[in-house]
């Protein structure tokens, strides 16, 4: 069965890393083969009844996808895998995730995969960590359940990591005194993943922030389907669905040369959630309705990856 493969969704960014040690990143790797598979009726009929609806369908087989460099062969990987009818504009089927090949444990492996894929949108891992620190420990045995990651997170990865950088000027000082409102209010607006091939794309949604009476502006905290992103004039660009339903372009503040550092880190997160949903700080005082505040999109991360 020849398939599709999003490279920019949340089964590259997760998922693949856990369950295989890989990211793809290359065009030709989009379109995959999966060898001898075989319909797995029971594992079809467990899933939710909006996923069957969607005509999903669980398939053992064996995944075969190019490597990065065409002459390095294939990656080849046993599994359990979940696959979507072609969407309207494409003759291909879709995968849509990978799990353990079992199915008696499907219920807390999709769990995983969930809680996985919501803390890479969080930044609380990346890609890179994962293919790292949980790829060997799932091949294990060693992650059965979302605390496994949280343990492993606590235990292997934080130590690791260089300390967040909270350095702020005396007028943001704020922003990281309000760290229970702002990580608050990212858990409130979560907005699960749109499909992987951006079929039935929700609009941005939003929350007022509530920050401590020495923040001179006022912000809101977005979650929103994340196009594209980059760089342009010294700002930040970032192209969204907005809450009407239609694309807009969101513009950063310019850069300033001691907040630099918070100005590429939130380029960063941008980019690496181009294709599915991200978080952003919006700034909507008169002045600045509408800016993208890079800033304090920043140290919102900083603040979810000092979360334990």
Not at 30 to 53: H, V
Not at 87 to 104: F, I, S
Not at 175 to 201: C, H, L, M, Q
Request: glycine share 6%.
């Amino acid at each position: 069965m020849e398939i599709f493969i999003n490279l920019h969704g949340k089964l590259n960014k997760a998922s693949l890393p856990l369950r295989f040690g890989f990211s793809l990143s290359q065009q030709h790797q989009s379109f995959a083969t999966l060898d001898n598979e075989e319909y797995d009726p029971i594992g079809t009929e467990r899933q939710r009844g909006d996923e069957i609806n969607q005509g999903r369908k669980h398939f053992l087989g064996t995944l075969i996808v190019n490597k990065e460099q065409k002459n390095d062969g294939q990656y080849i990987q046993n599994g359990r895998f979940v696959i979507a009818p072609p969407p309207p504009d494409r003759d291909l089927h879709r995968l849509v995730t990978v799990l353990r090949n079992d199915a008696e444990n499907l219920k807390n492996d999709i769990a995983t995969s969930r809680h996985l894929e919501g803390m890479h949108k969080r930044s609380r891992i990346t890609t890179e960590e994962i293919i790292r620190y949980l790829h060997p420990a799932y091949l294990d045995g060693k992650i059965r359940e979302s605390n496994d990651i949280e343990d492993i997170l606590s235990d292997l990865i934080i130590p690791n990591k260089p300390k967040a950088d909270l350095t702020l000027s005396t007028s943001e000082k704020g922003f990281a005194d309000s760290g229970p409102e702002i990580t608050d209010a990212i858990d409130d607006i979560d907005v699960d993943e749109d499909t992987d091939e951006g079929e039935n794309i929700t609009p941005l949604v939003f929350k007022k922030l509530d920050l401590k009476p020495s923040i001179k502006y006022s912000y809101v905290m977005a979650d929103a389907h994340i196009l594209d992103a980059g760089k342009r004039d010294d700002l930040i660009w970032v192209r969204v669905i907005n809450s009407k339903g239609a694309e807009q372009e969101l513009r950063s503040f310019s850069v300033r040369a001691h907040l630099s550092h918070h100005h590429d880190r939130a380029l960063e997160y941008f980019k690496s959630r181009v294709g599915g949903r991200g978080f952003m700080a919006i700034c909507v005082s008169d002045k600045y309705n509408g800016v993208l505040a890079e800033s304090v999109t920043s140290i919102a991360l900083d603040l979810m990856k000092e979360r334990r």
